[in-house]
DNA sequence: CCCATAATACTCGACTCAGAGTAACCGAGA
DNA sequence: TCTCGGTTACTCTGAGTCGAGTATTATGGG
């Protein structure tokens, strides 16, 4: 049953037809009414194709066909007992269990050392002044909402959203400062290498430099097993 | 050529390449080695699809074929100019420009008016208590590497994990605050409609009656093409 | 020296998904 | 009346991904 909890888009599918039977194309009108495309990924190429799946795996049914002239047939779904099992449980484990998301600027983190150090600060630099800007509109808009009325219920998701930017601006903030300010340790023999690089040098070779001439802050390399 | 910029482990495997040529197997060793999939999502079946596509649009080329004893063949490979050039393109998009990764949790936030409240919040606070012990842990774990003489530059990556992971439970305690304590709006209106789904009511007559009986907060609704 | 286990080095098929494409209908303006 | 863009309601295809499976070779305890 939960062996494919893979999109997101499914779960909605449930949500959507336990509340009550629709169409796929009334699906894909109702996400974009409610703005659910803010905080979950949908592709409306792949609702029929997420609606099919759900189908075989007997958590929705066909309700009726309806046809409106010589318009395509609309198909009317609603879900099963064993439909509803699964949203409430699939629901259930996304609020309570925390996934590990992968983030793609987390990969891009990880990756960074494989520019030059330069050229990082400006990227990271140019990041977060979009990002300080997003926040501060996101904050205005979620402000104005709710002052006009709209229940925290419905803004909890870009409340969350709001959370993250704002750790994410504090983080670029602090780290820029210790790279600008050469408190970040690493920082010179990651400068080294890149100089090296165009030195023809082997990988091996510029390594053996670097771990020599930053002795304090690259020995750690060889012991680093210790913390595997 | 961004065509396919799709999978970071495609990214990993140019930064892999552009420090000196090597094997999928290698590869495979290598991200293990240096702890790469905290960050990045790989999928040890994929690296060899992802390599061959690689090879398909000229990023990365056949260096050499050798053999060991009786084991299968190991094809090392070379990064080519393109591919340099892609890397560094890649790498600096992702570094320098925010993109939206729909995280599973804010999906599940964005459902949650799906379950009763007292259910939604028990989860919640389920989800709270595992985040805690993992920031705890997290920050235990970094400092005890950094303490050892592990540079920064090798751990930013699970600095800015950890940033936002404060950042959730943050957001997770004060949320839940509000949802215990009554002070979140729109937590009457939600209790009442689980409450009147047990009456075997249609979706309208539901809404139409919560509307009615929570006025203030569910007014909003009539009028929520405003804020479009 | 034997056997279980781990490590090495991939292969394969089923599924999923993104994104473009299709085709009918509808209303408004020229 | 013609047509042109917008909406409705899907369909199709190829590329990509998942994750289990396979086959061989070291390794190390008894």
Redo the contacts between chains.
């Keep these: 049953m939960a062996a494919t909890r893979r999109n ?1 888009l499914a ?2 599918v449930l ?1 959507l037809l ?3 039977p629709m169409h796929p194309y009334q699906m894909s009108a109702t996400l974009k009414e409610r ?2 495309e ?4 949908i592709n409306y190429g792949s609702l029929y194709s997420v609606v099919e799946s759900l189908q075989n795996r007997g958590l929705i049914e066909v309700r009726e066909t309806v046809r409106a002239g010589n318009r395509p047939e609309r198909t009317v779904y609603a879900i099963t007992e064993a439909g509803q099992q699964e ?2 449980d699939w ?2 484990e ?6 590990k ?15 030059p150090p330069e ?2 600060t400006e ?2 630099e ?2 977060l002044s ?2 300080r800007a ?1 926040l501060e509109n996101g904050q205005k808009l979620i402000a ?3 002052d ?7 803004a ?2 870009h ?3 709001l ?2 930017l ?3 601006v ?2 670029l903030t602090a ?1 820029l400062d ?1 790279m600008r300010n050469g408190s ?4 010179a ?2 400068r080294r290498i890149h100089e090296l690089r165009g030195t023809g040098l ?3 070779e510029i390594w053996a430099i670097v771990i020599e001439e930053f002795k ?5 390399i060889d012991h ?1 097993h ?3």
Excluded: C, N
């Excluded at 970040?184 to 920082?187: A, E, H, N, V």
């Excluded at 304090?216 to 750690?220: K, L, S």
């Design positions: 997101p779960l909605a949500v336990y509340e009550q703005r659910k803010d905080s979950i990924k949203m409430i629901l259930s996304l609020l309570s269990k925390p996934v998301d992968f983030p793609q600027f987390e990969a891009a983190l990880s990756l960074m050392p494989a520019l050229e990082a990227l990271l140019r990041r979009t990002q997003a104005r909402a709710l006009g009325g709209m229940p925290r219920l419905f909890v998701e409340e969350y959203e959370a993250i704002a750790a994410e504090e983080f780290l210790d970040f340790s690493g920082l023999g990651w082997s990988h091996d304090e802050d690259f020995a750690w680093a210790e913390f595997e």
